[in-house]
């Protein structure tokens, strides 16, 4: 687990077609133009580098497939499929296919707290308490007793801000895939009663998010709110907090201030009858061989069956490449697209300010991972100021501002070892830029 999320923080901070071609058949109508790549400054010889590296490595089994998109001074360049969404049914990947975003639905809401901080009504460092009252007298773990998930706690001093919960400094945890066994422990026992085996945004159940969120309040903390950086349930938080601060469900929100307006017509918490066709499959690999994931602790196809009535802040979303690329692109035009301005200029700097340093010393903003001058050095690929998301399921995206440039790469997978293919890609894009 320790790798699968060293990972994914990676990842945060930062089929066959010919040489000429660098859009396959399958790309689905968006508002984007698609231009050649000398156009835009990117050589069509080095991104056959792309087609070259990702058809080696689903011949060596390194992954199955995955979906791509690059899009430069806010025009398509490439667009490719490769490989197989289901390899034992040999189901083709296609540029307009649906994917599980997970952890990337954490930027969108952060977008979504940053509209509403926009209208005056709460201040970043206002005490999470002040709205959701559960969250008062904070309490940090101190002794666990792993003969019954038992524990002692010390009262916090500090008050959890929203900008904590915007930052992953709160000093919450993050459920099943905690970095602490003992608070992953914690978190299975007290939310048993409202979701099997604890899990969040992979939920299948009818629960209501006030209880589920105002259950986790009870929860101690892994430190004092501010301290340090705790990966965490902190925007599942504010999903809720935008609900009560809009008087909308997170859904309606989404598609009514952002995903109707940039015309992101494929993102969506739960799919609809007639999309559900293009909702992929997650691969694992067993003994060598590509089969399909399942886990006895949530339905993997959440997306299609069950309620359909939870949404998550911090995860749940689906989403297309090219869906996805215009959210990005809105973030690199200062809050404006498709005729929309979405949010101010000066707020989408504030946003992609860096905020917080992670994990493994990096740091990050309001919403994305962000790569500084001195991460240059390290060769993740990008100009200081490049943005950086990715999810659960093997989807990540990174966008430059000085380049005006957005790489994106959605894959589907869970537990298949080594995967080297997405920070491959950031730096293949990169090399591609030649004027």
Same mark, same amino acid.
């Given at each position: 687990?320790?790798?699968?999320?060293?990972?994914?923080?990676?990842?945060?901070?930062?089929?066959?077609?010919?040489?000429?071609?660098?859009?396959?058949?399958?790309?689905?109508?968006?508002?984007?133009?698609?231009?050649?790549?000398?156009?835009?400054?990117?050589?069509?010889?080095?991104?056959?580098?792309?087609?070259?590296?990702?058809?080696?490595?689903?011949?060596?089994?390194?992954?199955?497939?995955?979906?791509?998109?690059?899009?430069?001074?806010?025009?398509?360049?490439?667009?490719?499929?490769?490989?197989?969404?289901?390899?034992?049914?040999?189901?083709?990947?296609?540029?307009?296919?649906?994917?599980?975003?997970?952890?990337?639905?954490?930027?969108?809401?952060?977008?979504?707290?940053?509209?509403?901080?926009?209208?005056?009504?709460?201040?970043?460092?206002?005490?999470?308490?002040?709205?959701?009252?559960?969250?008062?007298?904070?309490?940090?773990?101190?002794?666990?007793?792993?003969?019954?998930?038992?524990?002692?706690?010390?009262?916090?001093?500090?008050?959890?801000?929203?900008?904590?919960?915007?930052?992953?400094?709160?000093?919450?945890?993050?459920?099943?895939?905690?970095?602490?066994?003992?608070?992953?422990?914690?978190?299975?026992?007290?939310?048993?009663?409202?979701?099997?085996?604890?899990?969040?945004?992979?939920?299948?159940?009818?629960?209501?998010? %006030?209880?589920?969120?105002?259950?986790?309040?009870?929860?101690?903390?892994?430190?004092?709110?501010?301290?340090?950086?705790?990966?965490?349930?902190?925007?599942?938080?504010?999903?809720?907090?935008?609900?009560?601060?809009?008087?909308?469900?997170?859904?309606?929100?989404?598609?009514?201030?952002?995903?109707?307006?940039?015309?992101?017509?494929?993102?969506?918490?739960?799919?609809?009858? +007639?999309?559900? %066709?293009?909702?992929?499959?997650?691969?694992?690999?067993?003994?060598?061989?590509?089969?399909?994931?399942?886990?006895?602790?949530?339905?993997?196809?959440?997306?299609? @069956?069950?309620?359909?009535?939870?949404?998550?802040?911090?995860?749940?979303?689906?989403?297309?490449?090219? +869906?996805?690329?215009?959210?990005?692109?809105?973030?690199?035009?200062?809050?404006?697209?498709?005729?929309?301005?979405?949010?101010?200029?000066?707020?989408? @700097?504030?946003?992609?300010?860096?905020?917080?340093?992670?994990?493994?010393?990096?740091?990050?903003?309001?919403?994305?991972?962000?790569?500084?001058?001195?991460?240059?050095?390290?060769?993740?690929?990008?100009?200081?100021?490049?943005?950086?998301?990715?999810?659960?399921?093997?989807?990540?995206?990174?966008? +430059?501002?000085?380049?005006?440039?957005?790489?994106?790469?959605?894959?589907?997978?869970? +537990?298949?070892?080594?995967?080297?293919?997405?920070?491959?890609?950031?730096?293949?894009?990169?090399?591609?830029?030649? %004027?």
């Amino acid at each position: 687990m320790r790798l699968l999320l060293y990972s994914f923080f990676l990842i945060l901070i930062f089929g066959c077609s010919s040489k000429t071609n660098q859009i396959s058949k399958s790309n689905t109508n968006s508002n984007f133009e698609i231009v050649s790549p000398e156009s835009v400054g990117i050589s069509s010889e080095r991104l056959y580098r792309i087609d070259k590296y990702f058809n080696k490595s689903i011949s060596e089994n390194i992954i199955p497939g995955a979906v791509t998109l690059i899009i430069k001074d806010g025009k398509i360049v490439y667009n490719k499929a490769f490989g197989n969404e289901n390899v034992l049914e040999e189901v083709k990947f296609q540029n307009d296919n649906i994917f599980r975003i997970a952890s990337m639905t954490k930027a969108i809401t952060s977008l979504a707290v940053m509209m509403l901080w926009e209208e005056g009504n709460f201040s970043l460092d206002d005490p999470i308490e002040k709205f959701i009252p559960e969250f008062k007298n904070h309490r940090i773990l101190k002794k666990f007793n792993k003969k019954d998930s038992t524990y002692t706690s010390i009262k916090a001093n500090k008050k959890i801000t929203i900008r904590h919960l915007l930052t992953h400094s709160s000093g919450l945890g993050y459920g099943f895939i905690d970095s602490n066994p003992e608070m992953k422990a914690i978190f299975a026992k007290k939310n048993k009663k409202f979701m099997n085996n604890g899990v969040m945004c992979f939920c299948d159940e009818d629960v209501k998010i %006030e209880n589920v969120i105002k259950n986790i309040a009870k929860y101690p903390l892994h430190h004092e709110p501010g301290k340090q950086f705790t990966y965490s349930v902190g925007l599942d938080v504010l999903g809720y907090f935008i609900e009560l601060q809009s008087g909308m469900s997170l859904s309606d929100f989404f598609r009514k201030r952002i995903f109707d307006p940039l015309g992101m017509n494929d993102t969506q918490f739960y799919i609809e009858s +007639d999309k559900r %066709e293009r909702l992929v499959s997650v691969q694992t690999k067993k003994d060598g061989k590509w089969e399909d994931f399942s886990d006895n602790r949530f339905n993997v196809n959440y997306p299609v @069956e069950g309620s359909k009535s939870l949404f998550f802040g911090g995860c749940g979303l689906t989403s297309t490449v090219t +869906d996805y690329g215009k959210f990005l692109q809105m973030i690199l035009n200062k809050g404006k697209y498709n005729g929309n301005q979405i949010i101010g200029k000066k707020t989408i @700097e504030t946003i992609t300010e860096g905020q917080n340093i992670n994990a493994w010393g990096s740091q990050i903003s309001l919403a994305f991972g962000l790569l500084t001058d001195k991460d240059l050095y390290k060769g993740y690929g990008g100009s200081s100021g490049t943005l950086s998301t990715g999810g659960y399921w093997n989807t990540s995206a990174f966008a +430059d501002p000085v380049e005006n440039i957005i790489g994106i790469i959605y894959k589907q997978t869970y +537990d298949i070892g080594n995967d080297p293919t997405s920070a491959a890609y950031r730096r293949l894009v990169f090399q591609s830029i030649i %004027e």
